[in-house]
């Protein structure tokens, strides 16, 4: 039973900031990865930013130099810090694990997602 919520999101104007996060809980023995991706209106959804185990990152480039993730391992959480936000950052969110449960093999879980919405 694993379970990933995201929060944070909500209504910012051009340039603003914003801090999405991602909980997962369960019975986790082990989380090898988490990830950021976001899908806006007639859009397919896209991945933009991941992190590692190790703390180790990957940025989209149009995400770049705006966005980091960041993680607490003990909470199993991680975080999206959003600056510069443009109107075409406006979709939403959602993280997703590649995890370990106990009792069971690897596997990718997804949250339900959060939507952002940059908009003077």
């Known amino acids: 039973q694993v379970q990933l919520v995201e929060s944070g999101g909500g209504l910012v104007q051009p340039g603003g900031s914003l801090r999405l996060s991602c909980a997962a809980s369960?019975?986790?023995?082990?989380?090898?990865?988490m990830g950021w991706y976001r899908q806006a209106p007639g859009k397919q959804r896209e991945l933009f930013a991941t992190?590692?185990?190790?703390?180790?990152?990957y940025y989209k480039d149009s995400v770049k130099g705006r966005f980091t993730v960041s993680r607490d391992n003990a909470k199993n959480t991680v975080f999206l810090q959003m600056n510069s936000l443009k109107p075409e950052d406006t979709a939403v969110y959602y993280c997703?694990?590649?995890?370990?449960?106990?009792?069971?093999?690897?596997?990718?879980?997804w949250g339900q997602g959060t939507q952002v919405t940059v908009s003077s």
């Open positions: 992190i590692t185990s190790g703390s180790s990152t």
């Open positions: 369960g019975s986790i023995f082990s989380i090898y990865a």
């Open positions: 997703n694990a590649d995890l370990k449960v106990v009792a069971a093999k690897p596997q990718t879980y």
